[in-house]
């Protein structure tokens, strides 16, 4: 008969023993922001967020380590299996939301087995550095929480193992991992300060410079570091990589572009010519990580083929277009024969922000976009379209128009977040839609300006 | 590719729940791979130990009204690396059988469906001439 | 499948040895501790080799049972194929978990003194 096989017992030899308690509910947002990721999985610099706590359970001398989840267990117990690959025992076991030390304790006592246990109880980062010497705190006598932050703690208890020691506790300090603003900050922080600190996954021939297997880059593609690349990377022509870099696995970055102050997670295309700064990139989703905004593309690259833009000019979008254009005049025109000369006396015909002592004929005149109106006839010669990139340039990749499609996106208009929505839409955007994004860009602008003037 | 195949036919009744199911499991167990773990391969045959325990109590509990217990057949597919477990029971179809359980809930009934298609690789509920039958297979 | 039950002065340790299924499970609601709602009770599972929906089910059912009248389960030494059966439902969100049977029943024992 088929019998389970044996968990042996392990060590007897009362060495400090670490409890890893991680509740669903402070691992929640990692779910929310990338679905298909285990949040004990998720990448700092390429290394996946457990493997911190095991590396630092280690460096104290810990070489038996459970993992205690208020959910499924399931699945990281599939991937992370028995712990031989890190050289610990891992073991598995449930505990309810609402428990404390105290029940975590109760319910591992026979794991515990009254040696000194550590507790690193919920999903926070620990700055730790592994040229000192953690395993004082196995000798320590001190128990209780030594160091704690909003969403955790590090907590001792049991005795301490022979030779008992109360030499000062190392500093430790430990970071909130609450957000994927707080993800990105500790990510940049450990790529700057974290070489000497952290057993860093990637080979490179300078700190600061770490690179995976399996990883092609092209003779005109530069790396400025300190840089994270992953396993199976494509760096193309042209690209520029850093400083300030985290590329993940299974990534590709096409000709031109530029990453600096950005983390790109694994199995995502760049395409060409765009320039990525201060952002998060993961699938088909670019964000901002410090206000949390984020745009989505509907493919599975973020997708600007300059042979895609040139098939989009069609006699379709051409006319439906121009036919926009001609309603758009004849309902600017009777406003604009009016304000026009009203405005053109005072010297405020110009695209500035509003003031607070805009009168009523500058406000009208914003809000109706009329300072668009002289390009709109070129719209109807076919010379611009509608709706597309701004400014109204003729670089590959975009369309030039009389509105921009950031301006219709309600998205943080720097200039290279602008080009990756415009190019976007470009390719993507039905000659219908284009009507409806015309639509938001009038109603948009206006409070841009505002916006502007506000800030 | 050569495949074998195993009938057992068991009374409907709760008491031969257990048989079954260690049928299933020794027979999964013929399944050891040397190039897997020890745990890998108790994996495969505990798999089958609580599908077939699953399928079995689903098929007894849902007999008809007021009618003798009716038999279940049960049916092993050997291929290389795969077992398929075909169940036959004679009672009410499926469709008509408690839906799945609020979750939330935590409700006492209703999981065995679940269990049935998360340790297993494929499972299909089928109906031909008055006879219920599931199918399961996984693969070692 | 076989029951043994020790009793305490506030709570009793009820052991099974085998499988909880649909045909042991009747077995197993007739336990006395199971069967009185006020009675809280420590299950020890070390010797428990299998369970299925059905054994899970009459878990769950005495467990509610049980707390509507102000009493409760604790397990204990649970198995890997239970732990399973547990974590695919997850139902074991529901239930104190404890690897060791004496730290159940001092757990018991606080709290139950605690309320």
Known sequence: MPQPPLRHPGNHNNAMKTLIAIKEQHQSWVRDAFPNMHPLLLPLCNKPFIEYLIDFAILAGSREI????????????????????????????????????????????????????????????????????????????????????????????????????????????????????????????????????????????EPGCAIGRNVAIAKTAEIRKPVSIGNNVQLLPGTIIGPMAVIGSNVIIDKGSSISGSIIFDNTYIGEQLEIEGRIASGNTLIDPESGASVAMEDPHLLTGIHSATNSATLLRKTIHALAAAILILLQAIPVIILYPLLRLQGKWKNGPITQQAGLAETLAARLSLDRFPLLPKVLLGQLAIIGSAPRSNSPGCRPAVFSYAEAEDWPVTGSDAAIVERYHAVHSTPFNDIGMTIKALINRPHKRNAGAAA | MNSSNITITLPGELRFIRLASKIASNTASLFTETRKTEAENWEFAHAFELAVSEAFTNAVVHAKKQAAPQPVTITFTLEERKLTIAMRDSNVPFSTRTPSPDPENYPENGYGLLLIRTVMDTVTLTRENDTNIITMSKTL | MTITETTGSTHTIVTICGTLDASTAPDFRNSPAIADPSRTVVIDLDKMDFLDSSGLGALVGVLRRKQEANATILLSCMNPPVRKVFDITGTCKLFHIFDDTDAATDYAATYLRGR
């Not at chain 1, 459970?66 to 267990?73: E, F, I, P, T, V």
């Not at chain 1, 128990?143 to 500093?171: K, Q, V, Y």
């Open chain 1, 66 to 205: 459970r993992l205690l989840s208020d959910g499924s267990l399931m699945e990281i117990e599939e991937i992370c299996q028995t712990g031989s690959r890190w050289g610990v025992e891992l073991t598995y076991a449930n505990i309810r939301p609402e428990d404390g030390e105290r029940e975590l304790l109760h319910k591992n006592r026979k794991f515990c087995n009254g040696s000194r246990t550590m507790i690193l109880n919920g999903y926070t980062f620990i700055d730790y550095d592994k040229r000192l010497d953690y395993r004082v705190l196995a000798n320590h006598s001190a128990t209780g929480p030594i160091a704690s932050c909003s969403t955790g703690s590090i907590a001792f208890a049991g005795p301490p193992e022979p030779a008992a020691d109360d030499n000062p506790l190392p500093a430790l300090r430990i970071t909130p991992l609450d957000s994927l603003r707080s993800c990105y900050h500790i990510a940049m922080q450990i790529l700057e300060t974290g070489a000497e600190r952290y057993v860093l996954p990637g080979y490179g021939s």
